[in-house]
C-alpha cells in the first residue's frame, strides 16, 4: 500500500529524521582517545531529561526489563522485602520478576485503570516499624491501561512514614513525555528506555541512579555481571564502557536529547498533554469510556479505550492494520480483548493524533462499533484548534 503506515502503539514510537541520520554512520572505535568528548557530555545532557543534578545516568544496551534487573540486582539482596502495586501489565511484569529474583513481594492488587494506592501505600509503610521494606516499586506510567500514578505521593508516604526504603520508578513510557523530578521526588532509580519519549528504535535501558542507591550496592547481595553498576562507574567516569557499547544508539541519543532540550522540556510535557486531551475528547464524543478509571489516572502517553460489551478489540485492531495500514495498540492480559490503545507520544502532533483517530473511528465503524462519523475526529479538531492556538500565543509572548 502507498504511503508510509500510521503507528500509533505506544512504543515503539516514530524516529525522528534527525535521529535516524544521526544512527546511520560507519562503525566507530569505541577506545578511540576523542570518544569521551562525546560521551560526557552526553551523560550531562541525559541527565536533565529525569531533572537531576546528583544522579549517575547508565546507558545499558537492553530494554527496560533489563533495567528493572540492574536496579534490582545492584541495590538489593535474596530474601530483601519490596512493595509494589500491580494494577496492569507491566506493573504486573516487574513484580513477577521480583518473585523470580527470590525477593519478598508484598504486593497489593489494584483495579486495572487505577494507580499506585498511595493511602495503601502510607499505611504499610507507616505499619513497617522495622523497616523490613527495602525498596518501593513506583510505575509511573502504566501502558496497558493508560494510567499514571502520582510518585511525588508516594515520596510523601515515605517521608511521613520517616521511612528509609530506596524508591525504584519505572518511566519507561512516562521520561521525556510526562513531567519528572527525580531529585525532588527523592527518587532513588529511574528506569526507562529509548523507544518510546526518546523517540528511538528499541535497544537502550536508560538509567538514572541516586547517591544512595549507588552506595546500596556495596551491601548488595544479589549476583550480577552484565549489568554492574560498578563496571559501569570504572569506565564511565573516563567517557568510555566496560564492553563494546552500541555507539550508533548512543549518537541517536544525541540526536533525541537534543531535539527534546531544544524544544524544551515543559513545552514537550504541555505538547503531551494538549495531544493526549484531543483523543480524550474524541474518545468521549464516540460515547466510549477510557480504561484509566478518573481523570487524576489519565495518562498523557497513551489512552486505552474500551468498546462496548460484545465488540473484540483485537479484531479492531487486526482490521485497522490489514484495512487501513495502521497500527493501534492491543489489550494485554486482563484487557485483552476489551481495550485499544492510542499511544500518543515521542515525534507527534496534532494532524498525526488526527489520522490515528479517523483510522481507529473508520475501523469501528467497519465492525459496528455504534459511533458517529466524523464525530470523535470533529471533537478532536475543535480542541485542537483552541489548544495549539493558545500554545502558539504563549510560546510568541
Not at 514510537?13 to 572505535?29: F, G, H, K
Request: charged fraction near 20%; charge should be neutral.
Amino acid at each position: 500500500m502507498p504511503g508510509q503506515r500510521g503507528l500509533f502503539i505506544p512504543g515503539p514510537t516514530n524516529v525522528p529524521q534527525a535521529v535516524r541520520l544521526a544512527m546511520d554512520i560507519s562503525m566507530e572505535d569505541q577506545r578511540a582517545p576523542d570518544l569521551p568528548s562525546f560521551t560526557l557530555p552526553l551523560f550531562a545532557d541525559v541527565k536533565k531529561v529525569f531533572k537531576t543534578d546528583t544522579a549517575q545516568v547508565f546507558l545499558f544496551p537492553a530494554s527496560g526489563t533489563g533495567g528493572w534487573e540492574a536496579a534490582m540486582t545492584n541495590t538489593l539482596s535474596p530474601g530483601d522485602k519490596v512493595l509494589i502495586a500491580r494494577f496492569g501489565q507491566f506493573s504486573l511484569l516487574w513484580a513477577d520478576m521480583c518473585t523470580r529474583m527470590g525477593l519478598e513481594v508484598d504486593v497489593v492488587d489494584v483495579p486495572w485503570g487505577e494507580g499506585v494506592p498511595v493511602e495503601i501505600f502510607a499505611e504499610k509503610l507507616k505499619a513497617d516499624k522495622a523497616h523490613a521494606y527495602k525498596a518501593v516499586l513506583v510505575t509511573h506510567n502504566e501502558t496497558a491501561t493508560g494510567v499514571t500514578s502520582d510518585v511525588a505521593g508516594v515520596r510523601k508516604a515515605m517521608d511521613d512514614a520517616h521511612h528509609p526504603a530506596l524508591l525504584f520508578v519505572d518511566a519507561v513510557s512516562s521520561l521525556a513525555s510526562i513531567d519528572f523530578h527525580m531529585d525532588e521526588w527523592k527518587v532513588d532509580i529511574c528506569v526507562s528506555g529509548s523507544q518510546k519519549g526518546f523517540m528511538m528504535p528499541a535497544g537502550l535501558a536508560i538509567l538514572a541512579v541516586s547517591e544512595k542507591a549507588l552506595a546500596a550496592r556495596k551491601a548488595a547481595g544479589m549476583r550480577r555481571c552484565y549489568f554492574d553498576f560498578e563496571d559501569m562507574m570504572k569506565t564511565n567516569k573516563d567517557g568510555f564502557f566496560p564492553y563494546t557499547p552500541p555507539l550508533h544508539m548512543l549518537r541517536a541519543l544525541r540526536a533525541a536529547t537534543d531535539l527534546l532540550l531544544s524544544e524544551g522540556l515543559e513545552n514537550v510535557f504541555a505538547r503531551h498533554h494538549r495531544l493526549a486531551e484531543g483523543v480524550r475528547q474524541a474518545v468521549s464524543a464516540w460515547g466510549l469510556r477510557l480504561c484509566a478509571a478518573a481523570p487524576k489516572w489519565h495518562s498523557d502517553t497513551v489512552s486505552a479505550i474500551l468498546l462496548p460489551e460484545g465488540f473484540d478489540s483485537a479484531a479492531l485492531v487486526r482490521h485497522a492494520y490489514t484495512k487501513y495500514h495502521m497500527s493501534l495498540g492491543m489489550g494485554l492480559n486482563k484487557v485483552a480483548g476489551k481495550v485499544f490503545r492510542i499511544g500518543h507520544l515521542g515525534d507527534l502532533n496534532e494532524i498525526m493524533c488526527l489520522q490515528a483517530l479517523a483510522g481507529a473511528e473508520m475501523a469501528m465503524r467497519d465492525l459496528g462499533v455504534p459511533v458517529t462519523a466524523g464525530s470523535g475526529v470533529g471533537a478532536a479538531i475543535e480542541y485542537y484548534r483552541g489548544a495549539t492556538a493558545s500554545s502558539a500565543l504563549k510560546n510568541a509572548a
